[in-house]
Structures are given as C-alpha cells and as structure tokens.
C-alpha cells in the first residue's frame, strides 16, 4: 500500500533553516505529483507547495514562496522541503501527500481535497 514518511521536523529560531524529506513506497513513485501541508495549532491544514512529475514544476503558497524550495529525487522516490529564512508563523506539523491521479499538463494543486495518502507528519516549531 501506498506510504509516505515525513522527517526532519524540529525546534529552530527564527531565520534559520531546515530541509524536511518525504520517504515514499508502494506506488510508482516517479508517476504523481507530491504536495506538502502543514497544520498549525486550531487551524485548517494548507498547502504549502507540490511538485508535478512531467518536467518538476514547482508551486507554492505566497506565504512560503522565494522562502521554501521543493524537490524530488525519483531515483530514491524522495521529496524534499527545503525551508530558509523561517519564522514563528511557519510552526507548524508538516505533512507530504500523494495527488493519486496521472500526470497532466495542469499545475499540480495545493488544496488537500486533491490528495489521498497521507505521511504521519512532522513538527516543525520556530521560536527564539
């Protein structure tokens, strides 16, 4: 079955940086796109960003764009979050899902009702 395991989470200050990873198995890695999430407490889960499958194409929330930057590594069916410049607003618990869907020549989205499977997620807490 499909799985999905997030890591890298933990306790930064303010304007440091951190790099989450997303462990995938049990489906054609390399044929969906990926999104990541986060929850913040009493809040509704957001997209953060994804990355399509054709050409990687990269797309983001405005409120973690030139901040954030998304990869994959399909030869070790691995995505990456690549998080600079945190701040206390991005605390939060992180989670990578699968858009269970084939590849197309639209944007992979960033609302939650487009994916299925989902990591147990991972806490992120930037404070001074």
């Known amino acids: 079955q499909v799985q999905l395991a997030e890591s890298g989470g933990g306790l930064v200050q303010p304007g440091d940086s951190l790099r989450l990873s997303c462990a995938a198995s049990g489906f054609t890695f390399g044929y969906y796109a990926i999104g990541w999430f986060r929850q913040a407490p009493g809040k509704e889960r957001e997209g953060v960003s994804c990355i399509s499958t054709s050409d990687s194409s990269t797309y983001y929330a405005d409120s973690v764009k030139g901040r954030f930057t998304m990869s994959r590594d399909n030869a070790k069916n691995t995505v990456y979050l690549h998080m600079n410049s945190l701040k206390p607003e991005d605390t939060a618990v992180y989670y990578c899902?699968?858009?269970?869907?084939?590849?197309?020549?639209?944007?992979?989205?960033?609302?939650?009702?487009?994916?299925?499977?989902w990591g147990q997620g991972t806490q992120v807490t930037v404070s001074s």
């Open positions: 899902a699968q858009h269970p869907y084939p590849p197309s020549n639209e944007p992979c989205p960033l609302h939650r009702g487009a994916y299925g499977s």
